[in-house]
């Protein structure tokens, strides 16, 4: 449909905000760049109260002030809540004008979540008209939900499942591997025959876990909406890490055999074949514990570097200190673990975190003094940064709940249906 000039008017709640046609096809609310794909006056009524054609001015019977502020986040990029507006009301406003909670600042989102958790409240956006064009789209963002968020639907929670027991099989057919028993009979089958009776199906059993690995790594790159985002991404790092070493393993045995001396003395294969240890990892995407966990390391980054500079600070000085009193001062007669400062900082680490292996200890009176001002000391060092992690735990665990409570809405409807 054309409009009747370059520019039109949007008159919200009874307050009005004019734009050129240009910008308007490119905002981010899905409700206004729809306005120009309309063919007939009837068609913009789906989408506005009223229509002026003279005035080219549209009519949105909405809350004027949360549309002032969503204007603002279309200005500068940051979508806060209204003060002293309720933020379900709020929340309802983005929603009909094709926003998500996930374009709120972290702590106006975290306030949203909670206001909802507290109220059972859950809003889902209207569903948008599609064109043909748009179902192959709708089908990959569908598939990329059952791969990426086990939640979303019963497909990708059965996913997730067998993903989780192929994880599970992995890591008992690696332990397994290290034990006494499996190594010696590995090294007999090695001189006499190419496999025994049950180290093959071991052998397939690993081959399965490392094809299904790959397989849904393939089809989650496939299916991704950024693939540059999707290579950047830790975890699936972490997937490339734990798969690529088989590979590795497989094209050295078959470019030099599977009895060669390579074979026998790689440390560098050994090495490799001990990365699958990352499968552990993969357990990230499926359960909330280890999800609360990378998500709180990832916000309290600073609070783990004050520690880590706190530890190290105390490190210094005390094992200066314990390397003077208990060896400094007397070379000959003096406690030779502390005959260095590195030495002593193994010492100071295991006190102030207080393991104390007993592999080392001052025997002066002065070095038991100072150690026991390293154990006191540790603990309050310690005891200092741990509060803003602790609560940032909570914080970032009752986020993932609520969220994984939106997700398991959707799965009884599509259960349901």
């Not at 609310?29 to 229509?51: G, I, K, P």
């Not at 600042?105 to 409240?121: E, I, N």
């Not at 939640?151 to 192929?166: G, N, R, Y």
């Amino acid at each position: 449909m054309k409009f009747g000039s370059s520019f039109c008017t949007l008159n919200v709640g009874g307050r009005r905000f004019s734009f050129s046609v240009e910008l308007m096809k490119r905002l981010p609310l899905s409700r206004l760049s729809r306005l120009h794909r309309c063919v007939s006056e009837s068609e913009l009524l789906e989408l506005c109260d009223d229509y002026d054609r003279d005035r080219n001015e549209f009519f949105f019977d909405r809350h004027s002030e949360a549309f002032s502020f969503i204007m603002l986040y279309v200005q500068h990029g940051k979508l806060r809540l209204v003060p002293h507006m309720c933020e379900l009301s709020f929340y309802n406003e983005m929603l009909y004008w094709g926003l998500e909670s996930s374009d709120l600042q972290p702590c106006c989102q975290r306030r949203l979540d909670d206001r909802m958790s507290d109220c059972f409240v859950h809003f889902f956006p209207e569903e948008e008209p599609r064109g043909p064009k748009e179902h192959r789209s709708r089908w990959l963002e569908r598939m990329r939900r059952t791969f990426e968020e086990p939640t979303s639907s019963l497909a990708a929670q059965i996913l997730a499942s067998v993903s989780v027991l192929f994880v599970i099989i992995s890591m008992v057919m690696l332990c397994a591997s290290t034990l006494p028993d499996w190594k010696a009979t590995e090294t007999l089958d090695q001189h006499r025959y190419p496999l025994s009776d049950w180290l093959l199906p071991c052998r397939i059993i690993e081959a399965v876990c490392i094809g299904w690995f790959t397989a849904e790594c393939i089809v989650r790159f496939l299916v991704s909406r950024d693939k540059c985002e999707f290579v950047r991404r830790p975890l699936n790092i972490i997937d490339l890490l734990a798969i690529t070493p088989y590979y590795i393993s497989v094209t050295v045995t078959i470019l030099t055999g599977e009895n060669s001396q390579l074979q026998r003395a790689g440390v560098t294969l050994r090495v490799l074949r001990i990365m699958r240890i990352f499968w552990v990892i993969k357990l990230a995407r499926h359960f909330l514990g280890l999800q609360t966990l990378g998500l709180t390391l990832r916000r309290c980054y600073r609070e783990m570097v004050m520690l880590l500079v706190f530890v190290c600070v105390a490190m210094a000085i005390f094992s200066a200190l314990a390397q003077l009193l208990e060896h400094g001062l007397d070379l000959e007669a003096g406690n030779q673990d502390y005959a260095s400062i590195p030495a002593a900082c193994w010492w100071v680490i295991i006190s102030m975190t207080t393991v104390g292996y007993g592999d080392m200890y001052p025997v002066t009176v002065a070095g038991r003094v100072l150690g026991g001002l390293c154990v006191v000391s540790g603990i309050v060092l310690l005891a200092l940064p741990i509060t803003f992690i602790y609560h940032s735990f909570v914080q970032c665990y009752h986020e993932l709940k609520v969220r994984s409570a939106r997700c398991s809405h959707t799965l009884s409807a599509d259960f349901i249906n």
